[in-house]
């Protein structure tokens, strides 16, 4: 088993992903993997990275599939006895203008933004290291999607007793709202994006508290994050920041020095916390 400290970052072939494992190779001391749904593309991306003079790892992960995340997870315990840092940056968003009808996009949305996410963080959460570090890419979407949300889902969002099961009946609630067209006469905003984004916040939020619960000593910190407005095949072309200037604040969370104790729980961008 090796000893050699390890990171991983979710769906990283391309974008705001690839850019935080190329900034993980220069500067975590141990091994750092890109994962990506289609290993060819995967492997592309770390060619692409190797010609930059970098040396990142690759092994398959889609986060839609728990035979996928377990097959992680097992090679993650079997050759490292754990996980050092884990960044969830895998996930999809439907263009402004697609005519894809609303109760797909949510449920598509939802299935991988927050409920991959959180099948990830199920089965790799317990192999955190102490002194680890795990990263739930966020996006301020989940901020303003939150003040559009009704008075009630807000107290409920915000709320810092709410459990997971209670957070996953809420996330099911809203496809299923959609489905029957009252999504919006039951307090939710216009977006399956942002309510997926909600949902990876307030994950976070519940995750950091357990950690302090049942795992103090480990000194393990753990943040949802919002990288901005990225030049990304998500976010199109007019963007403001380069993906690189992206990874900035994940990456910032993810090398959190072993002293550090905050910010854990947070939400954070421009390496800010932000009120949630």
């Known amino acids: 088993m090796s000893s050699v400290p390890v990171a991983v970052v979710t769906g990283s072939n391309k974008g705001i992903g690839l850019a935080i494992v190329r900034g993980l190779c220069k500067q975590f001391p141990g091994d ?33 599939d728990l035979q996928s995340i377990r097959a992680l997870r097992d090679f993650l315990k079997e050759k490292y006895g754990g996980l050092n840092v884990l960044v969830n940056n895998a996930g999809i968003a439907f263009k402004v203008h697609d005519t894809t009808p609303f109760a797909v996009q949510a449920e598509v949305t939802l299935k991988t933004n927050f409920f991959g996410t959180r099948n990830v963080c199920t089965e790799l959460l317990p192999l955190m290291k102490p ?23 807000q107290q409920k969002f915000r709320s810092d007793a709410i459990t997971e099961d209670e957070l996953v009946q809420l996330m099911t609630k809203f496809v299923e709202d959609t489905k029957r067209s009252v999504h919006q006469q039951e307090g939710w905003p ?3 994006y942002g309510v997926s984004k909600i949902g990876v916040t307030v994950l976070s939020r519940i995750q950091a508290r357990l950690l302090n619960e049942q795992r103090k000593g480990d000194h393990i910190l753990l943040n949802a994050c919002c990288p901005g407005w990225v ?6 072309p007019k963007a403001t920041k380069s993906p690189d200037e992206g990874a900035e604040t994940p990456i910032y969370l993810a090398l959190l020095p072993s002293s550090a104790d905050a910010p854990h729980g947070q939400f954070v961008s421009n390496k800010t916390v932000r009120p949630w």
Request: glycine share 10%.
């Open 32 to 64: 750092v993997y890109l994962t990506s749904r289609d290993p060819g593309r995967g492997q592309a991306a770390v060619a692409q990275l190797q010609q930059e003079g970098l040396q990142p790892l690759f092994h398959q992960l889609d986060i839609d």
């Open 231 to 236: 030049r990304t095949d998500m976010a199109g």
């Open 131 to 153: 002194y680890g570090r795990v990263v739930n890419v966020s996006s301020m979407v989940s901020s303003s999607a939150l003040g559009g949300c009704s008075q009630e889902l």
């Open 190 to 192: 216009n977006t399956a």
